[in-house]
Protein backbone atom coordinates (compact mmCIF):
# COMPACT_ATOMS: atom_id res chain seq x y z
CA UNK A 1 0.00 0.00 0.00
CA UNK A 2 1.25 3.23 -1.22
CA UNK A 3 0.35 6.68 1.41
CA UNK A 4 0.07 9.75 -0.77
CA UNK A 5 -0.34 13.14 1.41
CA UNK A 6 -3.68 14.92 1.18
CA UNK A 7 -4.63 17.80 -0.87
CA UNK A 8 -1.88 20.39 -0.82
CA UNK A 9 -2.82 24.22 -0.29
CA UNK A 10 -1.84 26.59 -2.85
CA UNK A 11 2.19 27.00 -3.07
CA UNK A 12 3.02 31.07 -3.31
CA UNK A 13 5.17 32.39 -6.03
CA UNK A 14 8.19 33.53 -4.01
CA UNK A 15 8.93 37.24 -5.21
CA UNK A 16 11.28 38.02 -6.95
CA UNK A 17 11.31 34.74 -8.38
CA UNK A 18 8.92 33.64 -11.28
CA UNK A 19 8.94 29.88 -9.41
CA UNK A 20 8.27 28.30 -6.22
CA UNK A 21 10.58 25.85 -4.00
CA UNK A 22 8.91 22.71 -3.48
CA UNK A 23 10.29 19.48 -1.88
CA UNK A 24 8.16 16.21 -2.73
CA UNK A 25 7.41 14.34 0.64
CA UNK A 26 9.37 10.70 1.43
CA UNK A 27 6.99 7.93 0.10
CA UNK A 28 5.73 5.58 2.41
CA UNK A 29 4.98 2.44 1.56
CA UNK A 30 3.77 -1.09 3.73
CA UNK A 31 3.52 -4.59 2.81
CA UNK A 32 2.70 -7.70 4.16
CA UNK A 33 6.61 -8.64 2.24
CA UNK A 34 9.30 -6.13 2.13
CA UNK A 35 8.92 -3.08 0.01
CA UNK A 36 11.85 -3.50 -2.39
CA UNK A 37 11.19 -0.05 -4.64
CA UNK A 38 9.40 3.37 -4.13
CA UNK A 39 9.60 6.04 -6.68
CA UNK A 40 8.00 9.48 -7.27
CA UNK A 41 7.44 11.16 -10.96
CA UNK A 42 7.74 12.58 -12.89
CA UNK A 43 9.28 14.89 -10.03
CA UNK A 44 11.78 13.16 -7.63
CA UNK A 45 12.16 14.21 -4.04
CA UNK A 46 13.48 17.50 -5.10
CA UNK A 47 13.90 20.53 -4.07
CA UNK A 48 12.12 21.34 -7.35
CA UNK A 49 11.41 24.92 -9.19
CA UNK A 50 8.23 24.95 -10.27
CA UNK A 51 6.58 27.70 -12.38
CA UNK A 52 2.41 28.56 -11.42
CA UNK A 53 0.01 25.73 -12.30
CA UNK A 54 -0.90 22.55 -11.57
CA UNK A 55 1.13 19.28 -10.99
CA UNK A 56 0.38 15.54 -10.79
CA UNK A 57 2.58 13.73 -8.88
CA UNK A 58 2.54 10.09 -8.83
CA UNK A 59 4.47 7.74 -6.10
CA UNK A 60 4.88 3.54 -7.26
CA UNK A 61 5.82 1.32 -4.72
CA UNK A 62 7.27 -2.46 -5.59
CA UNK A 63 7.45 -5.01 -3.37
CA UNK A 64 9.82 -8.01 -3.10
CA UNK A 65 7.27 -9.91 -5.19
CA UNK A 66 7.13 -7.51 -7.86
CA UNK A 67 3.61 -6.55 -6.88
CA UNK A 68 3.27 -2.40 -7.43
CA UNK A 69 1.12 -0.29 -5.70
CA UNK A 70 0.52 3.49 -7.12
CA UNK A 71 -1.29 6.80 -5.87
CA UNK A 72 -1.43 9.83 -7.29
CA UNK A 73 -1.91 13.87 -5.77
CA UNK A 74 -2.10 17.49 -7.13
CA UNK A 75 0.07 20.26 -6.26
CA UNK A 76 -0.89 23.62 -7.35
CA UNK A 77 1.53 26.22 -7.45
CA UNK A 78 -0.35 30.61 -7.30
CA UNK A 79 1.18 32.82 -9.51
CA UNK A 80 1.56 36.43 -8.50
Request: net charge negative; hydrophobic share 30%; with cysteine.
Amino acid sequence: VVHCPGPSPSIPIRPPYNYAIVTIGPIHATDNVEVASTVASPYGVGPHHLTSGGYWIYYTATDTSGNMATCQFQISIMGK
